[in-house]
C-alpha cells in the first residue's frame, strides 16, 4: 500500500492551484484506468492525487458546430456514441471502440486517455529491480533492446528506449489533425495533437510535453469531408482487448478515384502517434488501386529499424495501411 494524499477540486482553476500548492509529487486523476494500474504495479508514487472528475461542465461533447469539440472528462463511450462522431467520422468512432473494453470505455475519458503509458513489459513488471528500464527508472537501460522485443516500436526508437505508444484514439486524432486545449499555471494553450508526444532520445521518462500542472481541458477537431472517408483499422493478437501490433488511422478527399487529400497516422508500430507522411506523398493525384494502395504502406517503413523479434511489424504495418486505405475509399460513395 502507498501513502497519498487526495482532494476534489470543483473547477479547472482550482485543479491547477492545487497541483501548484502540492509540487511535483502531484498527479491529475480521472478515469483512472492507467494510473491506478501503475501504482498497483510499483511503477507510480504519487505523493498526491488530484481528482477531477467532480469538475462541472467538463465533459461536454459538442459536434453541431464549425469543430468536433469533446471537453476531456468525455467518456470514450459517449464520444463514440455522439451520432455525428459515428456518422460522419468513423476513423474516430472506431478507434475509440476499439481501444478498450466496454467497461473501460465506461470509465475512461477521452483527455485521460491521451496519456496513456507504455505497455513495454519491462517497464510495467520491472520495479522489483529485476529489468533496468530508463523510462522507469533514467539511467538504468533498457532490458527491450537485444530482450524480448516483439511488440515493440520500429519507428522512432532510440539507444535508450524503444517502448511503443500504447494509443489508439490519439492515432485517429492525429489523422484528423486535432488539436487540444490545455490549462496551467501560465494560463491556457492550444497546440496540435502530436505536438504533445515526444520521441524518447535520451530520456524516455519525459513522454509529453505537457508542463508541470498542465492540465488537458478539451479535443478539438476540425471538420472534414475527410472524416467520411476514414477508418481505424487495428491489428492484434486477439480481436478485442488487446493492444495493437500494427494500426492504420486514414481520411481521404477523392475527386472520383483519384486522391487529392490523404492524412495517415500509425499506431502499435512507433514511439509515439506516427504520422505517415512518405505514405501520403505515393497516394496524392493517384487512382487508388490494391497495388498503390500497398505501396503507400511500404513506404511508410523506409526508414523502419526493426529488433530482433519485431522485424514482422514493417510487413504487416504496411498491409495495415493497404487494407485501411481500401476500406476508407469505399466509405459514402455517391
Ligand atoms: Fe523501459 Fe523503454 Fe526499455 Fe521498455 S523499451 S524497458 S520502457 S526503456
Known amino acids: 500500500m502507498q501513502p497519498f494524499s487526495y482532494t476534489s477540486p470543483r473547477s479547472a482553476q482550482e485543479a491547477v492551484a492545487t ?7 502531484a498527479r491529475f486523476i480521472a478515469g483512472g484506468t492507467t494510473l491506478y494500474d501503475l501504482m498497483k504495479l510499483d511503477v507510480e508514487h504519487p505523493g498526491h492525487l488530484i481528482d477531477i472528475t467532480a469538475i462541472e461542465g467538463l465533459n461536454g461533447i459538442d459536434s453541431s458546430g464549425e469543430h468536433l469539440r469533446f471537453e476531456t472528462l468525455a467518456l470514450m463511450s459517449a464520444v463514440a456514441a455522439d451520432s455525428v462522431v459515428a456518422r460522419d467520422y468513423p476513423v474516430l468512432a ?17 483527455g485521460g486517455n491521451l496519456l496513456q503509458k507504455t505497455r513495454c513489459m519491462y517497464f510495467r513488471n520491472g520495479a522489483n529491480g529485476v529489468y533496468p528500464c530508463n523510462k522507469r527508472q533514467p539511467g538504468s537501460g533498457c532490458a527491450a533492446i537485444g530482450g524480448l522485443d516483439r511488440g515493440q516500436a520500429i519507428l522512432g526508437a532510440s539507444g535508450s528506449c524503444t517502448a511503443v505508444s500504447p494509443g489508439d484514439w490519439p492515432v485517429a486524432l492525429l489523422a484528423m489533425d486535432a488539436s487540444i486545449e490545455v490549462l496551467g499555471p501560465q494560463g491556457s494553450r492550444t497546440l496540435p495533437v502530436g505536438d504533445l508526444y515526444r520521441l524518447p532520445g535520451n530520456t524516455p521518462h519525459l513522454e509529453f510535453t505537457l508542463e508541470p500542472g498542465e492540465m ?3 479535443i478539438v477537431v476540425p471538420k472534414s469531408p475527410a472524416g467520411l472517408r476514414s477508418t481505424y483499422h487495428k491489428i492484434r ?3 478485442s482487448y488487446a493492444f495493437a501490433l500494427a ?6 478527399e477523392t475527386d472520383g478515384d483519384v486522391v487529392t487529400k490523404a492524412r495517415i497516422a500509425l499506431g502499435g508500430v512507433a514511439t509515439r502517434p506516427w504520422r505517415a507522411l512518405d505514405a501520403e506523398q505515393v497516394l496524392i493525384g493517384k487512382r487508388l488501386t490494391p497495388d498503390i494502395a500497398l ?11 526493426p529488433g530482433r523479434h519485431n522485424g514482422f511489424k514493417a510487413e504487416l504495418g504496411a498491409r495495415t495501411i493497404g487494407d485501411a486505405l481500401l476500406i476508407a475509399s469505399e466509405r459514402n460513395r455517391t
Open 247 to 252: 494500426s492504420a488511422a486514414v481520411a481521404l
Open 216 to 218: 488537458i481541458t478539451a
Open 237 to 239: 493478437d486477439r480481436e
Open 94 to 110: 472506431e478507434a475509440l471502440l476499439k481501444a478498450a473494453s466496454q467497461q473501460i470505455r465506461n470509465m475512461a475519458t477521452v
Open 295 to 305: 505501396a503507400a504502406g511500404h513506404a511508410a517503413f523506409n526508414d523502419a529499424r
Open 19 to 25: 497541483f501548484a500548492n502540492a509540487g511535483r509529487g
